[in-house]
Nanobody
Framework: QVQLVESGGGLVQAEDSLRLSCAPS?????????MGWFRQGPGKEREFVAG????????YYADSVKGRFTISRDNAKQTVSLQMNRLKPEDTAVYYC?????????????????WGQGTQVTVSS
């Protein structure tokens, strides 16, 4: 069982930047897993934000964040990050980190095997 812990959320103003991080708790290694970030806004369904394959060589983004968000990973440190720039009020959501044992990231929730508890990001106008 992989337990993921997100950090870095907070309250920012529009056009600000924020960096989210995700790491496994305990002695767990995620370097062979694909990783993804999802978000769930108020009254909305959870949606795909960004994904990265096990090596970090391939990344994928939702159209709504492409050009503003960057997903990256450091397998030596067992961490995955989401750099969010030019934030908009519509980016307000709980952001979740997820791990996929296949090593190839998907855009669907059911492709991921493990989830974190989420971190709140609030963007004020």
């Amino acid at each position: 069982q992989v337990q993921l812990v997100e950090s870095g959320g907070g309250l920012v103003q529009a056009e600000d930047s924020l960096r989210l991080s995700c790491a496994p708790s305990g002695h767990t290694f995620i370097s062979s897993y694909a990783m993804g970030w999802f978000r769930q806004g108020p009254g909305k369904e959870r949606e795909f934000v960004a994904g990265i394959n096990w090596s970090g060589g391939s990344t994928y983004y939702a159209d709504s964040v492409k050009g503003r968000f960057t997903i990256s990973r450091d397998n030596a440190k067992q961490t995955v990050s989401l750099q969010m720039n030019r934030l908009k009020p519509e980016d307000t959501a709980v952001y979740y980190c997820a791990a996929d044992r296949s090593g190839v990231p998907g855009r669907n929730l059911d492709e991921y095997d493990y989830w974190g508890q989420g971190t709140q990001v609030t963007v004020s106008s």
